[in-house]
T-cell receptor, first 114, second 115 residues
Framework: QQQVKQSPQSLIVQKGGISIINCAYE??????FPWYQQFPGKGPALLIA?????SEKKEGRFTISFNKSAKQFSLHIMDSQPGDSATYFC?????????????FGTGTRLQVTL | NAGVTQTPKFQVLKTGQSMTLQCAQD?????MYWYRQDPGMGLRLIYY???????DKGEVPNGYNVSRLNKREFSLRLESAAPSQTSVYFC??????????????FGPGTRLTVL
């Protein structure tokens, strides 16, 4: 059962454009929503994260928008650059069972063209 | 600090062979995790260790075993490799097992092919 659904699977954006990646979750026990960025041949690295008590968080060109009632959240990359070309994973976490664990979306491969 | 290190970086096995993937972290973290990454599937949790001395199954534990050797090291063993275990394996760690907002730090991965 996939608890975090991510779309699109791939995305091509021109340099300077806005990249938007969407995620939806099912488990209302989730209370922390990070985004990870992964470059080819590397491990994922935390990019930005949000808790459900706020509707938006911005760090530089990266913004998370969060809609608690719809159980959806999205990543916006403003002024997209070729260096942003990577795979992006949304995730969700909550203290269930014996430890806090991350549940990942299936990933979005972003390509920013010149 | 090296962060999270994994060995080997690449491995090719024949069906039925066994091997152990090694992971170590130098951040004094309590929790450690093993994931596998497959195209279109995202990252799926295999096993985790909330703290030294404990291990628990994740989403896809079948065919794997783990050992939390000490606070620094967490190994993943494939006893009898199958082609379905061809994947990229990532180890991760974080400071506190109970704190959702603690960042998980990932290693560089091991690319495993089972023929």
């Amino acid at each position: 059962q996939q608890q975090v659904k991510q779309s699109p699977q791939s995305l091509i954006v021109q340099k300077g454009g806005i990249s938007i990646i969407n995620c939806a979750y099912e488990n209302t026990a989730f209370d922390y929503f990070p985004w990870y960025q992964q470059f080819p041949g590397k491990g994922p690295a935390l990019l930005i994260a949000i808790r459900p008590d706020v509707s938006e968080k911005k760090e530089g060109r990266f913004t998370i928008s969060f809609n608690k009632s719809a159980k959806q959240f999205s990543l916006h990359i403003m002024d997209s650059q070729p260096g942003d070309s990577a795979t992006y994973f949304c995730a969700a976490s909550g203290n269930t069972g014996t430890a806090s664990k991350l549940t990942f979306g299936t990933g979005t491969r972003l390509q920013v063209t010149l | 600090n090296a962060g999270v290190t994994q060995t080997p970086k690449f491995q090719v096995l024949k069906t039925g062979q066994s091997m152990t993937l090694q992971c170590a972290q130098d951040m004094n973290h309590n929790s450690m995790y093993w994931y596998r990454q497959d195209p279109g599937m995202g990252l799926r949790l295999i096993y985790y260790s909330a703290s030294e001395g404990t291990t628990d199954k994740g989403e896809v534990p079948n065919g794997y075993n783990v050992s939390r050797l000490n606070k620094r090291e967490f190994s993943l063993r494939l006893e009898s490799a199958a082609p379905s275990q061809t994947s990229v394996y990532f180890c991760a760690s974080k400071e506190r097992w109970f704190e959702a907002t603690d960042t998980q730090y990932f290693g560089p991965g091991t690319r495993l092919t089972v023929l």
